[in-house]
């Protein structure tokens, strides 16, 4: 199975800020990474797909970036509704995997 | 527009079934992959099965032999059969669109429906 490791597991940031999170393949994936955003009661949303094309719909802001074993998911200029955890996922082979996640609070 | 809602969750004992859907709309349902992703309390998302459009299915293995993915295109519906479970399937059960081709992403998904085992 390809691990996926996301750092870091959390952080703290202002409206804003520009934030980077990393994703990490345990095995090359070429682009085969997508990004999701999920807030609490609400569904999964996706962000990224194929490392770097953003999703319809949602904000420029947004940017991901990668290939092989090494990802990152760029937010510039957060806003309030961007608080919210972060997660990387292959789909590079099966089982699909997920990073554990990265939890973005307001500081 | 798009749009998937899950039902099925509820209170069931260790070693007992329970089957969930997943109702969709919006889209032509039988030409896409669909999937069911979990996520426990306190954890992360794990991918469980998907489906593709023609009937092929995948699991991880820690449900394999113990749930089964299923789809009626009649119905616009797709189903996970839970037998044999146990506490550590807990989990909120979210649906998810993939693609019509592999690689898959998932996009929308549902509001999940919440799965409790326990006695």
């Known amino acids: ?107 | 527009q798009v749009q998937l809602v899950e039902s099925g969750g509820g209170l069931v004992k260790p070693g007992g079934s329970l089957r969930l859907s997943c109702a969709a709309s919006g889209f032509t349902f039988s030409d896409y992959y669909m999937t069911w992703i979990r996520q426990a309390p306190g954890k992360g998302l794990e991918w469980v099965s998907y489906i593709s459009s023609s009937d092929t299915t995948t699991y991880a293995d820690s449900v394999k032999g113990r749930f089964t993915i299923s789809r009626d295109n009649a119905k616009n519906s797709l189903y996970l059969q839970m037998n044999s479970l146990r506490a550590e399937d807990t989990a909120v059960y979210y649906c998810a669109r993939g693609r019509t081709v592999v690689p898959n992403w998932f996009d929308p998904w549902g509001q999940g429906t919440l799965v409790t085992v326990s006695s």
């Open chain 1, 1 to 107: 199975d390809i691990q996926m490791t996301q750092s870091p597991s959390s952080l703290s940031a202002s409206v804003g800020d520009r934030v980077t999170i990393t994703c990490r393949a345990s095995q090359s994936i070429s682009s085969y990474l997508n990004w999701y955003q999920h807030s609490p009661g609400k569904a999964p949303k996706l962000l990224i797909y194929s490392a770097s094309s953003l999703q319809s719909g949602v904000p420029s802001r947004f940017s991901g970036s990668g290939s092989g074993t090494d990802f990152t998911l760029t937010i510039n200029s957060l806003q309030p509704e961007d608080f919210a955890t972060y997660y990387c996922q292959q789909s590079y082979s099966t089982p699909i995997t997920f990073g554990q996640g990265t939890r973005l609070d307001i500081k």
